[in-house]
C-alpha cells in the first residue's frame, strides 16, 4: 500500500518561512514522480510545484515561483517544499501526490496524473 503522509505545517506570519515534508510509504520512492498541491477554503485545489523521479528536474506554478522550493531525499522516502516570503494567500491545506507515470524526467502540474495522495497538512499564514 502506497501513502503519503504529510507534517510541517502550522501557523506562520506574513513574510516568515515554512518547510512542509511528506514521507511515502509502500513501493520505492524514486519509482514516483512527486508533486504538491494545495486547497484554500472555497477554492479548487491547485497545483503548486512538481519532481521528477531523479529529482534533476522541477516545475512551478507562478504563484510558487521564486518562493518556494521542492525537493526530494531519495534515500529518505521523503519529498520537502521549502515555502518563503509567505503570503495570507498561501492559506491552504497542502497535499503531496505520487505518479507513477512516465520516465524520469515527467514532471506534471495535472493532479489527475497523480496515483496517490496524502491526507494533507494545514498551513495558515497570517497578516
Known amino acids: 500500500q502506497v501513502q503519503p503522509v504529510e507534517s510541517g505545517g502550522g501557523l506562520v506570519q506574513a513574510g516568515g518561512s515554512l518547510r512542509v515534508s511528506c514521507v511515502v510509504s509502500g513501493r520505492t520512492f524514486n519509482n514516483y514522480a512527486m508533486g504538491w498541491f494545495r486547497q484554500a477554503p472555497g477554492k479548487e485545489r491547485e497545483f503548486v510545484a512538481a519532481?521528477?523521479?531523479?529529482?534533476?528536474?522541477?516545475y512551478y506554478a507562478g504563484s510558487a515561483k521564486g518562493r518556494f522550493t521542492i525537493s526530494r531525499d531519495n534515500a529518505k522516502n521523503t519529498l520537502y517544499l521549502q515555502m518563503n516570503s509567505l503570503k495570507p494567500e498561501d492559506t491552504a491545506v497542502y497535499y503531496c501526490?505520487?505518479?507513477?507515470?512516465?520516465?524520469?524526467?515527467?514532471?506534471?502540474?495535472?493532479?489527475?496524473?497523480?496515483?496517490?495522495w496524502g491526507q494533507g497538512t494545514q498551513v495558515t499564514v497570517s497578516s
Open positions: 501526490a505520487a505518479s507513477v507515470r512516465g520516465d524520469s524526467s515527467y514532471v506534471t502540474p495535472l493532479p489527475t496524473m497523480y496515483n496517490y
Open positions: 519532481i521528477s523521479r531523479s529529482g534533476g528536474r522541477t
